[in-house]
């Protein structure tokens, strides 16, 4: 991928946008990111459980069955150390770790469908006209033409729609870095 941006940077001899003020812009942009990440984190959370959800509680109550007939297990003999060490435990135990195993991985497939729809959404929003990049740069005065300005819209696209699948807690971080160093430059200059 650097190696792809290089050449085209070398053929297209990309220009320099100027920045607009971010410092003051943004604060309202990281409220606005967060306020739309929760919505985004909402719906996904709808999709999923709708989707998902029996499949995991299914799971989850398989979990229970077997960790309960392996306390079951223990309970009913009288010396422990020999009880671990017998078939029946060590039958009971690797079905137990089986079925948290097939969990994990059914987590797992719920993060990544998660990630994808976060990032569709994310695109989505930001295909409509909330953008990152876009609200910072101010692109009018670079003139892009041509491919340059669909590039930098196809770019600013995936990145706001990148930052808004990471979810509101990512954007709450770097809002309150944001607040931590405001109020140090307020504090400096008074």
Known sequence: MVLVISFVAWK??????EINDPVEKAASLLGTLIFLSLFVERA??????A???????????????RMLAVEKYLQS??????????SQYKSLSTSL?????ERAEYR??????SQWLGLGMGMMIAFIGIRIIGTIVNVEQANLEGYQAALFLIIDIIFTGAVLAGGSDSINKIMKV??????KT???AS
């Open 12 to 17: 297209v001899q990309p220009i320099s946008l």
């Open 51 to 65: 989707w998902r959800s029996a499949g995991a509680d299914e799971l989850d109550r398989e979990i229970a069955i």
């Open 108 to 113: 797992a497939g719920s993060r990544f469908i």
């Open 44 to 49: 996904i959370e709808v999709f999923l459980s």
């Open 186 to 188: 307020v504090k400096q």
């Open 178 to 183: 944001y607040n931590s160093v405001m109020a």
């Open 77 to 86: 003999q009288p010396d422990k150390l020999a009880a671990e060490e017998s």
């Open 97 to 101: 770790e089986g079925i948290e195993k």
